[in-house]
């Protein structure tokens, strides 16, 4: 079964710190690897993404993540939060292959605030 | 996001009878229901696939899908529960595994 798991159920920071949120993925073989942010009263964007390749990526609002196999994870980060950065950040992971094709499957989710 | 539409976006209920529309304008083959509860991820209810259904989870027979087109989706509740208040989100995505999935606004139900 694929999952993820996002350890940090909130985070605060100050504006203009760096920021890392954490993300540990299980599912056998080569998953793809989504954060997607929701803002309040808003629908899930797309932060980042990842499936082959360069194991850093490069994504929207100045973040990046780098997908580690032999650790399971996909942790983003950003050199300098903005107050309008808070938001609810979530992993996810999806397979291409067997049952759960198509399907995406998220995690709980890390609450960050950013202290003006 | 205004490639996704979703309508109503509001909606308090009795044990009534009412019906959650999407429309995307993306061309996207796949379209996709997720049930977010408060506090809680978004959870895959149902997926479409060129209008044929593929994937249907657990999810309570008083939610029926219809899928009249590649463009929109429909979401059929009747007598609603309590445990129904929560936000629908509609998505949509290009045919195949791992591709972007692009979500609407939500729908926010609330069962009074």
């Known amino acids: 079964a694929q999952s993820v798991t996002q350890p940090d159920a909130r985070v605060t920071v100050s504006q203009g710190a760096s920021l890392q949120l954490r993300c540990k993925y299980s599912?056998?073989?080569?998953?793809?690897l989504f954060w997607y942010v929701q803002y309040p009263r808003q629908g899930l964007q797309l932060l980042l993404k990842y499936y082959s390749g360069d194991p850093v990526v490069q994504g929207v609002n100045g973040f990046e993540a780098e997908f580690s196999k032999s650790n399971s994870s996909f942790h983003p980060r950003k050199a300098s939060v903005h107050w309008s950065d808070s938001a609810v950040y979530f992993c996810?992971?999806?397979?291409?292959?067997?049952?759960?094709?198509?399907?995406?499957?998220f995690g709980h989710g890390t609450i960050l605030r950013v202290h003006p | 996001n205004t490639k996704i539409t979703q309508s109503p976006r509001y909606l308090i209920l009795g044990r009534a009878n009412k019906s959650l529309e999407c429309e995307q304008h993306?061309?996207?083959?796949?379209m996709y229901w997720y049930k977010q509860s408060a506090e809680k991820p978004p959870e895959l209810m149902f997926l479409?696939?060129?209008?044929?259904?593929?994937r249907n989870e657990t999810v309570p027979s008083r939610f029926i899908p219809e899928c009249p087109d590649s463009s929109k989706l429909l979401l059929h509740i009747s007598a609603v529960d309590p445990e129904d208040s929560a936000v629908y989100f509609c998505a949509s995505s290009p045919q195949g595994a791992g591709n972007t999935l692009y979500f609407g606004e939500g729908s926010r139900l609330i069962v009074v």
């Open positions: 479409y696939n060129l209008k044929q259904l593929i």
């Open positions: 599912y056998s073989g080569t998953p793809y």
């Open positions: 993306l061309g996207h083959n796949a």
């Open positions: 996810a992971v999806s397979s291409n292959t067997g049952a759960n094709t198509g399907k995406l499957t």
